[in-house]
């Protein structure tokens, strides 16, 4: 079990540096053609669709991997996942957020799908789904 726990750890940590360079190439289109008028361009709405689909996976693997993680599974049997904050972070307010995040992008890429320019409220999904980051465990992530 350890095995595949560290292969799903290896993974979500690696296939997040993939999310967030498209949530950072998607933001910066929806503001250059959010500033601009311009219609949206179908490479362009590739690039949204390619970075909800890598939205979901990421979250997706971190699901697999709450419910695997032996850490995760201490923090709830010893109690401490509200009275610690490293702990309530790992436990609750990470996978939360991320739950969000991906609620959010989602309904910001729908509604792009049906404009043809970028209008103020996917544009602030997607400013949202950034603010999400916020609650990536950075320094277990980078340890």
Do not use: D
Not at 28 to 55: E, G
Not at 108 to 132: D, G, H, R, W
């Amino acid at each position: 079990m350890t095995e595949v726990y560290n292969f799903l750890l290896q993974f979500h940590s690696g296939w997040a540096y993939l999310v967030l360079i498209l949530t950072i190439i998607t933001l910066l289109a929806a503001v250059y053609h959010f500033a601009t008028k311009k219609p949206l361009h179908r490479n362009i709405r590739k690039v949204f669709f390619y970075t909800v689909l890598s939205f979901h996976i990421q979250f997706l693997i971190g699901l697999v991997m709450y419910i695997l993680s032996p850490k995760i599974q201490a923090i709830w049997e010893s109690g401490e996942a509200m009275s610690n904050k490293a702990s309530r972070l790992l436990a609750v307010e990470h996978p939360a957020m991320m739950f969000t995040a991906v609620i959010l992008i989602t309904i910001a890429n729908a509604k792009l799908k049906k404009s043809e320019t970028v209008t103020v409220s996917p544009l602030i999904f997607l400013i949202l789904a950034l603010v999400c980051f916020y609650m990536i465990p950075w320094t277990q992530w980078m340890a």
